[in-house]
């Protein structure tokens, strides 16, 4: 599905990481991990266009795929005006429309449906618990049928019951539907649990590993 060859990202003060290769296949659960300020992050955002490399380019299996996006936890105040269901409808493409169509609805009620949030379609979404805020997140990022769904510290901030829940909900869509996920986390015991392989990051090097259960929980440390 996408390919990274000899993919590099520097600072005029740091570089991050220099001739990265590796393959991410259609359905894979890849887990990217490592240190805090290895890169991480950034090289979700090069994968998505949000940032450029030094050098090296990636290269995808058709001309534009489609990505699906869940933040890290940020919590959202008890007085925000808008419900789970109208919060999620915010990531639906623009139809041209002032009511949504057929097509948009549908999409609406599965990804409602799929995270285990339509009984909770008309709670505010100030007034949910944290998980399923984080749950309406997720649904906001698969609405569109993305291509890749990209977790970026997602579960970070959620308590033990919250993470396996969602957790879960990603593993269920990898599984049932193929979707292919990428999964950023300092998580040791969700990465060994729920991902296929990993891309460690280690001084500027990135490696990818095929068996998840060769993952040591010393990269976690700082």
């Not at 570089?15 to 805090?36: P, R």
């Not at 990636?58 to 008890?78: A, D, H, M, W």
């Not at 049932?176 to 999964?183: A, H, P, R, S, V």
Request: charged letters at 30%; a positive charge; aromatic letters at 10%.
């Amino acid at each position: 599905m996408i390919e990274f060859i000899n993919l590099s990202k520097a600072f005029p003060d740091k570089t991050l990481f220099k001739n990265v290769n590796f393959t991410l296949e259609d359905g894979d659960f890849l887990s990217i991990i490592g240190k805090n300020g290895t890169g991480k992050t950034t090289l979700v955002k090069i994968l998505m266009g949000l940032e450029k490399p030094t050098s090296g380019h990636i290269k995808f299996n058709k001309s534009k795929l489609k990505f699906g996006y869940v933040p890290q936890f940020r919590n959202i105040e008890t007085d925000y005006p808008l419900s789970i269901q109208s919060f999620v409808e915010l990531n639906l493409k623009k139809t041209g429309f002032i009511f949504k169509n057929k097509k948009d609805r549908l999409r609406l009620r599965d990804a409602l449906q799929k995270t285990g949030l339509w009984d909770l379609r008309g709670l505010r979404l100030g007034l949910a618990s944290g998980g399923e805020k984080q749950k309406a997140y997720l649904a906001q990022a698969i609405v569109n049928n993305p291509d890749v769904l990209i977790l970026d510290e997602s579960t970070a901030s959620l308590d033990g019951s919250a993470k396996e829940k969602l957790m879960e909900l990603v593993k269920s869509l990898n599984e049932e539907q193929g979707l292919t996920i990428i999964f950023v986390t300092h998580d040791y015991l969700l990465a060994k649990k729920f991902a296929h392989k990993y891309l460690l990051f280690d001084q500027k090097q990135i490696e990818m590993k095929e068996d998840i259960a060769s993952l040591d929980e010393r990269v976690f440390e700082d």
